[in-house]
């Protein structure tokens, strides 16, 4: 198979992108985010509906939102009482996806030098989520309540549309479902209309590559474990 250019561009695109947990304060460019997320809204979606809507949060209503929800998250007694409007994971674990979910977990927490039994070091690290891991964008993304699951598939190609656009201009993420616990806070923060509810957040900005926690590279399943080429 002939490798063109435009290949090599949008797989490089595509493999380059990993979670990233710990960015630079290096800011991203008004024309940069406005481009990415003009490039993400190319996305298919079930007969053009376009479901998504994008907070940017920037400076010091990034800090506000992060400082709201900190607050929140660091007293047990109020974090018990913010719970997800959706369930993102199945509410009944088995294998393999608990296995792989807990080989991603654990691989993290190694490489941060967090024992098994170091919880205060866990909930720290989760806690990082609410800082967008102090990059300088912090995306939280909405849907109209009235929209089904179809439109959550198109969300989807929306989210990975912008992160691959991110990454072709240098860019990194994180797609954040850790917001989603805390939805009443940003929909106070954010002043969200009734009819919206919260998907996720994402953190963009430069890579910070010195830390640790960002040389996590995860596995994914050879192709002979999830396509069967039907004859
Ligand atoms: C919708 C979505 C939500 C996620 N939420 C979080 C999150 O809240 N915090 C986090 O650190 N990673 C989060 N992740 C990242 C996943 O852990 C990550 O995609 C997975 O382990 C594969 O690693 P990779 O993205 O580096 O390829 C999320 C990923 C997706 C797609």
Redesign the pocket.
Known sequence: MISSPAQQAVDAAITS???I?AFLPTPVAHEDIAAILQVAARAPSGTNTQPWKVYVLQGERKNQLSGAILAAHNDPEQAAQHKEEYAYYPREWVSPYIDRRRK?GWDLYALLGLGRDNKAGMAAQHGR?YEFFDAPVGLIFTIDRIMEQGSWLDYGMF?QNLMVAARARGLDT?????FTQYHRIISEQLALPESETVV?GMALGVADLSKIENS?V?ERMALSEFVKFVE
């Open positions: 992108r990993r979670s947990r991603v989520n989210l994180c797609p954040q479902a850790a996720c996590l995860t």
